[in-house]
Nanobody, 127 residues
Framework: QGQLVESGGGQVQAGGSLKLSCAAS????????LTWFRQAPGKERERIAT??????????ESVKGRFTISRDSPGDRNHGWYLQMNNLSPEDTGMYYC??????????????????WGQGTQVTVSS
């Protein structure tokens, strides 16, 4: 099992930016869907961004144009993936988790499919 560790969370004002990192203990080969989930206070955890082995990305509507997911390449020293978050709003407040699953990012999924999780990093956006 790979180990995932998030970092980069913090407190910012609305309109600010943060970049989250997910450090992985192994390289997740093509075939894994690498993701960022978010759990806002009092809400269900939601999958907000994905990237696959070919670099194809997807986002939920509320973060499109503001968030960018990326990943390290096979030859890189690190094996992680990232979430650049710009123009943050208070609605982006929550705990952010990176997760990986052996599945096609575009396929139907349930949270139980994701068996590699980080511990989460808190993002707080003040108005």
């Amino acid at each position: 099992q790979g180990q995932l560790v998030e970092s980069g969370g913090g407190q910012v004002q609305a309109g600010g930016s943060l970049k989250l990192s997910c450090a992985a203990s192994k390289y997740y080969i093509s075939g894994y869907c690498l993701t960022w989930f978010r759990q806002a206070p009092g809400k269900e955890r939601e999958r907000i961004a994905t990237i696959d082995g070919e670099g194809r990305t997807s986002y939920i509507e509320s973060v499109k144009g503001r968030f960018t997911i990326s990943r390290d390449s096979p030859g890189d020293r690190n094996h992680g993936w990232y979430l650049q978050m710009n123009n943050l709003s208070p609605e982006d407040t929550g705990m952010y988790y990176c997760a990986a699953a052996w599945l096609n990012c575009g396929a139907p999924w349930v949270e139980a499919d994701f068996n590699h999780w980080g511990q989460g990093t808190q993002v707080t956006v003040s108005s």
